[in-house]
């Protein structure tokens, strides 16, 4: 894989983190409960952290290559700190 496909399927990575973060943030506000919003939202954020360490190491690895752009930084700051409430 060249330095392109490789750059490429790491963006397909973040996309990805990103689009599950945003559909359990908007599921957990229109479909919860307000009592089980607490254990729900600690469940979806353990069934996410696999998804936001694996596009934190993308861009990572991206960041290596180039500068990151502005949505990329605000996507590895939006997953630290999702990773850092779980605790």
């Known amino acids: 894989m060249n330095s ?3 750059s490429e399927a790491q963006r397909a990575v973040v996309e990805s983190a990103e ?13 919860c409960p307000p009592e089980l ?6 469940q979806d954020l353990l069934a996410l952290k696999p998804h936001l360490e694996e596009a934190l190491e993308a861009l990572e690895d991206i960041k290596r290559r180039r500068s990151l752009i502005d949505r990329e930084r605000s996507q590895r700051y939006a ?3 999702l990773l850092a409430a779980r605790g």
């Open 4 to 6: 392109e496909e490789r």
């Open 19 to 31: 689009a599950l973060m945003l559909e359990t943030v908007k599921l957990l506000s229109r479909s």
């Open 37 to 42: 919003l607490a254990e729900a939202a600690q």
């Open 79 to 81: 997953f630290k700190m």
